[in-house]
């Protein structure tokens, strides 16, 4: 049965966004080439995708260790006061940058997640030091809203916005 032409649009763009996934910087070509569409189905697509906003941006995965860098995760479990709306604005816009205390510290998530916790957020910073002094401003700013928290270093990157970690056979001996 054959597939409607939505549902073959759908597929197409995972197949596409897949492709991306693996490796945004690969060319146009190498993209059409690796799904079996055009040159330009694939660059119609990914203009059309980013308009959108299915798509969102690019990045290089880092290795943290490189740049002396550290990873770190807080979680943070919400009390039950509703955000206000400048709260909300502030949590949704680039509020966070402005916490960033002096040095080299970079937020790759904040998410709103459901589970035992109901914020994520996750950066580097060079050291624990730094990491404390960016968790307690942000602690001093939306405290009212914050009941607990937890905060995690990552030990051992496995895999970072699904590309796997180049040298596995290193990682194996913290295992």
């Not at 897949?18 to 993209?31: F, G, P, R, T, Y």
């Not at 949590?91 to 916790?117: A, D, F, K």
Request: charge should be positive; charged fraction near 30%.
């Amino acid at each position: 049965m054959p597939k409607s032409s939505k549902q073959q649009m759908y597929a197409d763009d995972e197949k596409i966004i897949a492709e991306l996934q693996k490796n945004s910087k690969q060319s146009i070509d190498a993209l059409a080439r690796n799904c079996g569409f055009s040159r330009q189905k694939v660059w119609r697509t990914i203009r059309r995708l980013e308009k959108e906003k299915t798509i969102w941006g690019y990045c290089a995965i880092v290795d943290d260790e490189t740049q002396n860098l550290k990873h770190y995760t807080v979680l943070l479990k919400r009390t039950t006061t509703p955000f206000d709306k400048k709260t909300a604005e502030d949590v949704t816009t680039q509020r966070l940058e402005e916490l960033l205390p002096e040095g080299n510290i970079r937020i790759e998530n904040c998410l709103y997640v459901h589970g035992e916790y109901d914020w994520l957020v996750s950066f580097t910073a060079p050291n624990i030091k730094m990491m404390k002094k960016f968790v307690e401003k942000l602690l001093n700013v939306f405290g009212r809203y914050i009941d607990e928290y937890t905060i995690l270093e990552t030990m051992i990157p496995i895999r970072k916005q699904g590309i796997k970690h180049p040298d596995a056979k290193k990682l194996q001996e913290y295992l």
